[in-house]
T-cell receptor
Framework: EPEVTQTPSHQVTQMGQEVILRCVPI?????FYWYRQILGQKVEFLVS????????KSEIFDDQFSVERPDGSNFTLKIRSTKLEDSAMYFC?????????????FGEGSRLTVL | AQSVSQHNHHVILSEAASLELGCNYS??????LFWYVQYPGQHLQLLLK??????LVKGIKGFEAEFIKSKFSFNLRKPSVQWSDTAEYFC??????????FGRGTSLIVHP
């Protein structure tokens, strides 16, 4: 069964460092998403990506964050100058259709710990 | 803006007990509703979804959910839980935005 894969599963970084979280969406999917979940809180939408550009982003997704699909298979989330409050589980998802009509398929998540 | 509330944050049950997890949403228009489950160490996966039609939706593994528009609710039910149902359950809604908004999740522990 095709699945979304994420690396790394856990990353520990120092405050102020840059982090890149990687995702390989399901191959025939066209829509890609990043969500995050701070421990004990809601799963929060960060950004969606379609046709090589951001289609929607939340208030959380400020200039500190960026996404890229560098090579047609990977979908990356870059967090510049990490802060303590960026510690969270980051989930990548993809869908064949837009999220409104189709099911989102999630990866297992990347846990980011900022010290 | 759309929002989702899951009132039960932690639920502990014995096997064979019945389950109902509450989900209420806030949005005045037409909505699509979802329940996702995350088993320990695994990814979020879709349990069931409601787009239109019969408000009683059946999903995988014996789960069902009922959309009650007047109550803005989409509660998840299972008549008899098993130890393997131990997981985190997330309700999600999309209405005005096509991006699903998730609740904070309910942790379910089923004792054998």
């Amino acid at each position: 069964e095709p699945e979304v894969t994420q690396t790394p599963s856990h990353q520990v970084t120092q405050m102020g460092q840059e982090v890149i979280l990687r995702c390989v969406p399901i191959s025939n999917h066209l829509y890609f998403y990043w969500y995050r979940q701070i421990l004990g809180q809601k799963v929060e939408f960060l950004v969606s990506f379609y046709n090589n550009e951001i289609s929607e982003k939340s208030e959380i997704f400020d200039d500190q964050f960026s996404v890229e699909r560098p090579d047609g298979s990977n979908f990356t989330l870059k967090i510049r100058s990490t802060k303590l409050e960026d510690s969270a589980m980051y989930f990548c998802a993809s869908s064949e259709q837009g999220a409104g009509t189709g099911e989102l398929f999630f990866g297992e998540g990347s846990r980011l710990t900022v010290l | 803006a759309q929002s989702v509330s899951q009132h039960n944050h932690h639920v502990i049950l014995s096997e064979a007990a019945s389950l109902e997890l509450g989900c209420n949403y806030s949005y005045g228009g037409t909505v699509n509703l979802f329940w996702y489950v995350q088993y320990p160490g695994q990814h979020l996966q879709l349990l069931l979804k409601y787009f239109s039609g019969d408000p009683l939706v059946k999903g995988i593994k014996g789960f069902e959910a009922e959309f009650i528009k007047s109550k803005f609710s989409f509660n998840l039910r299972k008549p008899s839980v098993q130890w393997s149902d131990t997981a985190e359950y997330f309700c999600a809604v999309n209405g005005g935005s096509y991006i699903p908004t998730f609740g904070r999740g309910t942790s379910l522990i089923v004792h054998p």
